[in-house]
């Protein structure tokens, strides 16, 4: 304050979060989402002398008055290294990071964003599991890694994404429409990958993790190192590497019969950054292999009725690492040029070309030497150009013009024997867009528009004879949007945004087996392109001990596709499978998530969070198969360290509360499973070891050792979910 009066716009920055804020009408601002610890901060007004300043932070409230002194100063630039960039969006964001996504090290990507509220899982066993966002998954969920859009086989319930958790420093899930952004696949959420910004001076960085797990026999290591030039100031590098291996999982009283996994996965970046020109270059491999639970493959229609009827495998199994037949091998390239360059003080130009290379094999109980073959193998080819400029201004406008290249190519490998599931295709994607954002003291509006066009020629032979097809499609998409800052301890978002998204070429051209997810599909090649509205609001109270959010959702979609059982089988020499086929019609998505928590005493926090989802297929007055049914996370904390201490040193008891989906579709190959409660317990202690710091934790998952299955698991009519689990964890910086 000035005179003891209040300065609006003076701006906030905290340089180890990377975090800044303006203050508003009171001269107050509020900066969310800081771990405990030590942190420099600066503030700037201009006219007045710049006060930077040193702050210790022991909890989740802080409160300081800084007082501003008048100073005459001639403006120069500013120069800027590190970039990264920033998740700007009017609609509900929630980010994993520091101790949290410490207590996910080891868990893939779908299950390390259950711990966020409104995202559960579709997963295919134990083993592979994607997110789902608002009752949305696979092909309407948009993953970024490193800024580049994931792309691969991801439309089956078995085709887990194809990245490796470890190599991210913050993972953040965006939950409305952001079609405008990033295209159609974003039509349901997104979900950021983002390792930490290369370093721009001489540091370095080094993170070792080590991981055991009792069901599975887990082991898993990964390591990372960070540096920057002494020689060439802007330039750094980073490497990072994990592998993982694990055995049957157990449930309560049985093994999973062929249930192991093993991953293999490396990437490394460089980049240099100067006052104008920015450059990086990035690439990741991902590999693995994983075991598909050898009971949900049948040999007959009598021994499909058997095991259905009975929930569980006839044999107790055994544990091993050997993975047989049915599995999956995955690998997973992907490589990435991005540069900037400030044209003047108020634009930037961005250019970003993406390489991925997806190769999938998927392997099938076969005889002879045909076992030795997949049964699906694809490979698929994806370029990715992205051109935008990026425009601020001092009259509080700011935006992004841009277009966007998509080019794809998904070929069969000859050879399986096999009539492939999908048709060989070729996909381009163009699309233009522009946003723009009005930001002044507590109120952003922002508001966007693109347009899409997307052309799909296919192509197989089906006995022999030639099939094929040309597509094509187009669509505006729009959204626009409001944060306000009602009072220093109360935020509102609003964001109405429309979507799109053409149908996938599984969903128009299946036709047979198949294999990971062990059932027959039916494509529809006259589905149409799913279109719809979404409304998100999110309020967000916080206040010294208490945080509380609550996000509320409509999504109105017309053409809704999906996957449902038609209570056929087929029987064949390679066993008996359940028949699906891709259906479409009118759907209202709506529900809310909360998130809150509250500290007791010094020592004593809790927590609570959950979500609940309504489906409807509005056209039929039914419901759809595998959305989650309604759920809650609570537990309290014991912190045993000194409240001026910024290493950890807490207990944590939680308990999962999971409810029986009862808004079924007419017809399901078995009953929805009954509710269940899963109680977990994690112990997190940290060390400082001179300037380092070591990090042990050890979780208890399913505490009980409890029996249970979740309604998201395709094969939960085969087998109960994963049984007690527990995990040893060990990070240690330097």
Known sequence: MENNEPIEAAYIWVVEASKGAVTDETGNFTIKNLCPGTYSITIKYLGHQEINDSLELVDNSFNKTYRLEEESLNLTGVEIHGHRDAVQTTTAVTALYGDALLEARGENLGESLKRIAGVTTFSTGNTISKPVIHGMHSNRIMILNNGIRLEGQQWGAEHAPEIDPFLADEITVIKGAETVRYGPEAMGGVILVNPAPLFTKKESQSELNLLGGTNGKLGNIAFSHSAGSGKLKG?????QGSAKRAGNVKSPDYYQTNTGMSELNFSGSLGYSSSKLGIETYYSFFNTSIGILRDA????????????????????????????????????????????????????????YGFQLNLREEYDRRRGDLNDKPSLDLKLFTNTLDLFLDHTHKNEFSGTWG???IQQAN??????????LIPNYDMFNLGVYLMEKYSKGPVEVEAGLRFDLRSVQTARYVNNELQEADLDYQNFSAFIGGLFQLSPTLSLSSNLGSAWRPPNVNELFSQGLHHGAAAIEIGDENLESEKSFKWVNELEFDRKKLHLSLTGYANQIQNYIYLNPTGETVVSLRG???????????????????????????????????????????????????????RMDWGISINFGESSSAQTNKLTLSNLLVAKQKREP????????AAYALFN???????????????????????????????????????????RNILLKINYQF
Do not use: C
């Open 297 to 352: 493959h049948t040999g007959n229609l009598s021994d499909l009725e058997e095991i259905i009827q009975n929930g569980r495998p006839f044999t107790d199994g055994s544990f091993t690492y050997t993975i047989d037949n049915p599995k999956q091998v995955v690998s997973h390239h992907l490589a990435k040029v991005k540069s900037h360059y400030h044209i003047s003080e108020n634009w930037k130009l961005n250019a970003q």
């Open 235 to 239: 330039l750094g590098y980073r490497v």
């Open 681 to 723: 317990l994690a112990y997190q202690k940290g060390f400082a070891l001179e300037n380092n710091k070591l990090n042990l934790g050890i979780q208890v998952q399913n505490l009980f050792n409890s029996s249970y299955k979740e309604y998201m698991n395709r094969f939960r009519y085969f087998t109960d979910d994963i049984g």
């Open 411 to 420: 070929s069969n490998i000859p050879g399986t024997g096999i009539t492939p």
């Open 403 to 405: 277009v966007n290249l």
């Open 666 to 673: 007419d017809f399901d190959i078995a009953p929805a499973p």
């Open 576 to 630: 008996t499978f359940n028949v699906y086929e891709y259906l479409q019609n009118t759907a209202f998505f709506y529900g809310f998530d909360f998130a809150g928590s509250y500290q007791f005493t010094e020592k004593l926090n809790g927590y609570a969070k959950g979500s609940i989802i309504r489906a409807k297929n509005t056209a039929d007055n039914n419901y759809f198969p595998f959305i989650p049914s309604d």
